[in-house]
């Protein structure tokens, strides 16, 4: 059956739309199980019961007409244990429940799966047989395994709103739907979608319509002329190289060019209004669709043909595009996989908001969105954002949700909470100049995280007293080749120069685990529990030692350069790193003259096994700099970036506390500095909780800097410190989040607390 099983799946992802996965669904199941019906009932939020979608075997007009509420029938049943049943004599069961419309008196056998996403019932996949027959255990282990492929695809129907389409055909009006991501930048924007598109990447075009239907026309005929060219100059190179046989398939592809072919389908689509890349691709995506849902394997493996055929076109068509001239005045740009070249074309001034169907909290598109105050959101993976080009959205940077077609009632809200958020940071302006002490009197200090010059800037707008964690791969991201030492230098040089007389921590090379550079490409299946950080710097010495020369000579003259080694996990990888740093300098002073004072050298703790050598690490180093966001995920092993376990990372969990209080006290008996310079630092509870366990030097990005201080400033670390000794005794994250919440969110500090990132 396993071949049955990929040969569904193969078909399933062909599947134009939803309604035809389920007819899939059904007729396939049938065929393999030899049956005589296969049904799917899905479960409707706006009856709250399982609805007959599909069936291949019961009345085809019963479909969307019948209803079973939970434990209602067998269906019901199956939901509700959300297990499978199998019966051999289904009349028999007392759950049993006869529907005449459905036509279903001739079955008696039953066997029923649930479609199980994210612990949620979808609904239930049903199969029956005329004859009395008991399903083996291999039967009923696929049906069990059709249902969990079927899971993924319902959810997402249901994310893109296809499902409530179909489940309620009637509805004319569509509400607003809200898609989940990650949480990349605070804030809240209103805005019109700006769909930014990579090149040639049929999937990445979105759906757009035209006035002027003839210029596209032109824009089309004169792309496929140009592939018709290249294609047949491609044959005459083949000549003497490939058998007339196989030079046959550049003649079909000029067919397939032709107007009574797929060419001709593009026209039509055009002429209805759609521009010429959007009726391109559809059609080609088409076609690819049915050549992967072919029996034939020859057959199958020409949707690769189709595909490069696809590209090629697509890829003339956006040569003659005219580049859009004109943007709204608040706009989300909203793409597959954004990065910083997307801005390349776009007005900064006019970016109200930045998403992302791919990426993570630490892509370099969220960076920069935090470094510049723009909210932003990464991840959304079931956003159809090809087809939302022109909608108005809202883009929630604290909780990580896009909604789009959002109802009067939702704007109205989220109107008045941009508006307090303007008058908080108005509020919140004031405490620029003034010191960071607790309400009894302790100071906290507080750096930020940097990496771009703009993000260096806001900084120093908000009283930063130094630079926690500067991160030195943006330089390696803006460039295709590695930087020169001088390259690097000028960087350093800049940033050092800004901040001067304050410290500047400047990580070194932190690459691997999701941050990957073009010309480097790191190619593993589990990247965050594999050649990251220090281990690629130690392995490549002719990469770290150019870049340690780097940042020692852009420190001359200033000395505030501190040097902070990522992804320690053992004594040894420590003092090779100090042995290579120290060779750096005594080359730089003893042999080339320069006057440089030795930098203080820091480790990062953010994996688990450097918590359990803290006070060994702590006396080889002048400092100490928790990174919470790695050491969270390790700890929890939970990818914060996944979107699937979002919800089971979080900060305040116990685990995390008491690795937290065992590095503060390990590096208090070395008398070693210790500071954070995770999100944990940049979030109010965080802080409070940071400063009771003993750290007094907390690193964020600028943005959350005068929110961290405001609070800081109206708590006292007694009130603290009795708060931590309370939490560390609650079993789980939420417990303690909601007590945190409930005894810091006074009238004067409730604004703080919205959306904050660890939860």
């Not at 007819?23 to 709250?48: A, F, H």
């Not at 593993?524 to 050649?531: I, T, Y």
Request: net charge negative.
């Amino acid at each position: 059956m396993l071949e049955s099983l990929r040969n569904i799946v193969q078909q399933v992802n062909a599947a134009k739309d939803f309604g035809e996965v389920l007819r899939l669904i059904v007729q396939l199941v049938k065929e393999v199980m030899d049956t005589g019906m296969c049904s799917v009932y899905l479960y409707s939020p706006s009856t709250n019961s399982y609805v007959l979608m599909a069936t291949d075997g019961l009345n085809p007009n019963s479909v969307g007409k019948v209803h079973l509420s939970s434990r209602e029938g067998l269906v019901g049943l199956v939901a509700s244990r959300a297990e499978p049943i199998n019966l051999e004599e289904a009349e028999a069961h007392p759950n049993f429940a006869f529907f005449p419309e459905t036509g279903e008196e001739r079955f008696r056998s039953f066997l029923g799966a649930p479609i199980i996403h994210h612990r949620k019932v979808l609904g239930v996949l049903v199969v029956q047989q005329q004859e009395r027959r008991r399903f083996d255990e291999s039967e009923e282990s696929f049906l069990v395994t059709v249902s969990a492929q079927l899971a993924g695809v319902i959810a997402h129907a249901d994310a893109t709103g296809e499902l409530d389409q179909l489940l309620n055909p009637q509805q004319a009006v569509i509400h607003e739907r809200i898609y989940p991501g990650v949480a990349s930048a605070p804030g809240v924007a209103i805005g019109t979608v700006v769909v930014i598109s990579s090149p040639a990447d049929l999937k990445a075009v979105p759906m757009r319509k035209v006035q002027d239907t003839e210029a596209e026309l032109v824009l089309f005929r004169h792309a496929m002329e140009q592939t018709k060219t290249d294609i047949r100059a491609l044959d005459q190179t083949m000549v003497n190289k490939l058998s007339e046989e196989e030079r046959a398939l550049f003649d079909v592809y000029v067919r397939m060019l032709d107007d009574h072919s797929m060419g001709g389908e593009v026209l039509s689509l055009i002429k209805e209004g759609f521009c010429a890349q959007s009726a391109w691709s559809q059609v080609v995506l088409g076609h690819i669709r049915l050549f992967k849902s072919m029996q034939d394997a020859y057959l199958r493996e020409r949707a690769s043909d189709v595909e490069d055929l696809g590209r090629r076109v697509l890829a003339y068509l956006q040569q003659s595009e005219v580049k859009r001239s004109v943007f709204p005045e608040r706009m989300v740009m909203i793409g597959e996989e954004l990065s910083a070249a997307s801005f390349a074309d776009v007005p900064l001034e006019n970016v109200a908001a930045i998403v992302s169907v791919k990426g993570s909290r630490n892509s370099h598109m969220a960076i920069l969105g935090r470094a510049i105050g723009i909210p932003t959101v990464m991840g959304v993976m079931d956003l159809p954002w090809g087809r939302l080009d022109g909608e108005e959205v809202i883009v929630d940077g604290h909780t990580g949700q896009v909604i789009v077609s959002p109802r009067d009632e939702l704007l109205q809200a989220y109107t008045q909470q941009i508006y307090e958020e303007k008058l908080l940071a108005a509020d919140l302006e004031k405490l620029t100049d003034k010191p960071c002490v607790t309400a009894d009197g302790h100071h906290v200090s507080l750096w930020v995280n940097t990496g771009l010059r703009l993000d260096s800037m806001l900084s120093l707008d908000r009283g930063a007293e130094g630079v926690g964690l500067y991160r030195t791969e943006i330089p390696f991201l803006m460039l295709d080749r590695f930087p020169s030492e001088e390259e690097q230098r000028k960087a350093y040089r800049e940033h050092l120069e800004m901040f001067a007389p304050r410290t500047v921590t400047m990580r070194t090379l932190d690459i691997g685990g999701d941050k990957d550079l073009p010309y480097f490409p790191i190619e593993e299946e589990n990247p965050f529990l594999g050649w990251r950080g220090i281990r690629i710097c130690l392995d490549h010495p002719e990469i770290f030692l150019v870049q340690l020369r780097a940042m020692m000579r852009a420190s001359e003259g200033l000395n505030n350069l501190s040097i902070l080694l990522p992804m320690i996990s053992n004594v040894p990888e420590l003092e090779s790193a100090l042995q290579l740093i120290y060779q750096v300098y005594d080359e730089l002073t003893e042999e080339e003259g320069y006057q440089i004072e030795m930098p203080n050298v820091g480790a990062m703790i953010e994996v688990p096994a450097a918590v359990y050598q803290i006070r060994e690490l702590a006396r080889r180093v002048d400092f100490l700099s928790v990174g919470t966001n790695d050491l969270t995920q390790y700890l929890l092993a939970v990818d914060r970036n996944n979107p699937r376990v979002a919800d089971l990372y979080h900060a305040c969990h116990p685990s995390v506390l008491r690795a937290l209080l065992a590095i503060s006290e390990g590096a208090r008996g070395e008398c070693t500095p210790v500071s954070v310079c995770g999100e944990m630092a940049g979030d109010p509870i965080g802080a409070v909780l940071l400063m009771a366990l003993g750290f007094r030097v907390l690193s964020m990005s600028a943005t959350n800097l005068l929110k961290v201080k405001a609070i800081l400033r109206q708590v006292s670390l007694v009130e603290a410190t009795k708060l931590l000794e309370e939490v560390m005794l609650m079993p789980d994250a939420d417990s303690v989040w909601r007590h945190m919440e409930k005894a810091l969110k006074k009238p004067d500090l409730a604004a703080l607390f919205r959306g904050t990132a660890m939860h």
